[in-house]
């Protein structure tokens, strides 16, 4: 069965005004939907991988041949980056972290407040494209960065969350300002949804869906 797009889980304009409605349409609709025919066009070279999952693929992208791999790498991460995404983001998200999580965080840096500014910060200093994550290994939680759309899953660390600095997520809107989005974006993180992937990490089993009431 081929990779599909996920559809986006709010309208378009739903998490205006931090992520505006044009600039939704084309990451989700040509960015994402670009990754996923790639990455389909790439398992059709090597159709014994094609029961695998796109974190299957990423995971250890040394058993993927070596004509395709650079295609799956780039666009499986592509594909897995944005499907989680979409979901860690909701309308009227943000506030302080709830649940395990928050435990966690403050368990590692100190404050809520300490970890948005070493995220942030981390994000701005991300030369080039790429991701800024709070990623779990071992047990513990951690900031990590990753270039173009390489995954912490490939180096064996979990991606709980992370924040698209590619310069479409958010050139529209906040031209060369980085660091203002990277700021604004803490408004529309859905908390539920990372506590969701955080549970997954600390036991190792897929990702649960947060009970649809608590979106
Ligand atoms: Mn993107």
Not at 3 to 28: G, N, R
Not at 96 to 118: E, L, N, R, W, Y
Not at 161 to 186: I, M, Q, S, T
Not at 188 to 194: A, F, L, Q, S
């Amino acid at each position: 069965m081929a990779h599909e797009l996920p559809p986006l889980p709010y309208d378009y304009a739903a998490l205006e005004p931090v992520v505006d409605k044009q600039t939704m349409t084309l990451h989700h609709d040509m960015h994402h939907g670009a990754y996923v025919k790639n990455l389909n066009a790439a398992i059709e070279k090597h159709p014994e991988l094609a029961g695998k999952s796109a974190e299957d693929l990423i995971k250890n992208l040394d058993a993927i041949p070596e004509d395709i791999r650079a295609a799956v790498r780039n666009n499986g991460g592509g594909h897995v980056n944005h499907t989680m995404f979409w979901k860690i983001m909701k309308p009227k998200g943000g506030g302080d972290p709830t649940g395990p999580v928050a435990q966690a965080i403050t368990k590692a840096f100190g404050s809520f407040k300490d970890f948005q500014t070493k995220f942030n910060d981390a994000g701005v200093k991300q030369f080039g494209s790429g991701w800024v994550w709070l990623a779990g290994a071992k047990g513990e939680v951690h900031i990590m960065t990753t270039p173009n759309q390489d995954s912490p899953l490939t180096v064996g660390h979990f991606p709980i969350f992370g924040n698209d600095v590619w310069e479409h997520a958010y050139y529209l809107k906040y031209n060369n300002r980085r660091p203002e989005y990277l700021a604004a974006w803490w408004n529309v993180i859905n908390w539920d949804e990372v506590n969701a992937r955080f549970e997954a990490f600390k036991t190792g089993k897929a990702v649960q869906e947060p009970a649809l009431a608590g979106r």
